[in-house]
């Protein structure tokens, strides 16, 4: 995937002086804020500033979006069940929606990494659903939940209205699971190969198994990742 706006580098003392103009960002996210700082650091990835990196942001906004999105699926499918609601949340707070919807905000152009851009599409699209996670926590703190709550339903609109998104979004893992255990097969095993890189950044790969079939790799910045990747290039291998 091409890189549609520059990132910053890493290229003075003040890990934060590149965040620059931030209005802009501001009109895309809907609001102002008080303490600009949280904006900041929503925008920080660790490789450029560990002490004042956004991964304690994201993992309050990942908690802020579920209760978000399950009250938004709790109002609008009032007859569906607690099974059929738990798949479309599943689909609306995964890695892949929120990098989408990072880069419909146009969040990489803001971000501030150590070097001069992502390694690769999937160290991208993991780095974007971070920062949108964080970003919406630092709308959380700033603005209470109606600063959070309007992002989300601005951005999570369409995801919202897509009648087939609960079939078509579900995670590979699950898809895995389902075909296998529709072939009367014992449940997919994952195992881990490897793993690589600092704790800030860790690169894992992962082998997924199914009875009967060649195993497959996948890789990733965190177990999940790697597990749903592998899973995806399973799927892939047996459902051509």
Not at 1 to 24: I, Q, T, Y
Not at 40 to 49: C, D, G, I, K, P
Not at 99 to 125: C, M, Q, T
Not at 207 to 225: I, L, N, Y
């Amino acid at each position: 995937m091409a890189l549609r706006h520059p990132v910053s580098a890493l290229a003075d003392p003040d890990p934060l002086s590149a965040l620059r103009d931030l209005g802009d960002l501001e009109e895309k996210l809907g609001h102002r804020f008080c303490d600009r700082a949280l904006l900041t650091r929503a925008l920080t990835h660790a490789s450029a500033a560990s002490a004042l990196s956004n991964e304690r942001l994201e993992f309050l906004g990942d908690r802020v979006l579920g209760l978000v999105v399950a009250e938004t699926l709790h109002a609008r499918h009032a007859d569906e069940s607690e099974g059929a609601l738990t798949v479309r949340f599943h689909a609306l707070v995964r890695a892949e929606a929120c990098a989408r919807v990072a880069e419909a905000a146009e969040l990489p152009a803001y971000i501030k990494l150590a070097g001069a851009g992502f390694d690769s599409a999937r160290a991208r699209a993991a780095i974007l659903s971070d920062v949108c996670e964080a970003v919406i926590a630092a709308l959380y703190l700033d603005g209470g939940m109606a600063a959070a709550r309007n992002f989300i339903s601005r951005y999570w609109a369409q995801m919202f209205e897509d009648p087939g998104l609960g079939a078509e979004m579900r995670d590979a893992k699950t898809r895995l699971q389902e075909w296998a255990q529709g072939r009367g097969l014992p449940a997919p095993a994952y195992r881990e190969m490897s793993r690589t890189g600092p704790a800030h950044a860790p690169h894992f790969v992962i082998e997924a198994m199914v009875d009967g079939e060649q195993p497959q790799m996948g890789e990733g910045g965190s177990k999940r990742e790697a597990e749903q990747d592998a899973a995806a290039q399973l799927l892939a291998r047996v459902k051509p």
